[in-house]
């Protein structure tokens, strides 16, 4: 990664001080952005990977978005699809109370959820503590990064880059409320498609309610 600031030890000693003598009280914020991904229409392309890792500057391994394949069945009832995540940018996130330092903070004006990379000390209690996987190591630097949704695409008044560069238009954002209502206007949810809010291969979202909705493929929809 580029342009990483500098850490300073004395400052992460006093942030540690401060997070051991607080309370976390989980954040709610203004309005929270959301993903909405098409598992069906999904061609598996990994231009949003790409597209991720170029932004962010990643080496090789770690990846901040990534495009999982399910294939399941036996002939002539076989099936495919694609279920694609980063982070979810949480209601409950399981990394921010996990870290020593507080680096990980929760947006109040939409949600997202980032890490100052100057009070990260590399423990990787956040990406232990995460369901799906979204923080990711950074050999190189010793400090834990991940999707922070371009947040500075999205103040600017765009959208992320992986959103950008999906050529299919299968993920897009939102404000996750409206996703899960499908009253908002994003060309990823077809015309009588129904988002859900979890799919088979995908961690149980009454862990930390997550800001991901999905269109699913009839092989991958969970039981209710």
Known sequence: MSDTPKQDKETIKQAIKRRRREVYTPVVP???????HHNVDCIGCRACEIACKDKNGLSAGPRFRRVQYIEGGTYPDVFAYKVNIS??????????PACPTGAIWKRKA???VDIDSTLCIGC?????????????????LNIVSKCNLCVDEIESGRKPYCVSACMMRVLDIGPIDQLRANTFQTKAIGPNETPVRAVKNFADPELTNPSIVFVPHSKGKVES
Do not use: K
């Open 30 to 36: 203004d309005m929270q952005l959301g993903f909405i």
């Open 87 to 96: 982070c979810n940018h949480c209601e409950e996130p399981a990394c921010l």
């Open 110 to 112: 939409d949600g997202i």
């Open 124 to 140: 990787r209690r956040c990406e232990a503590a995460c369901p799906y996987g979204a923080p990711q190591f950074i050999p190189e």
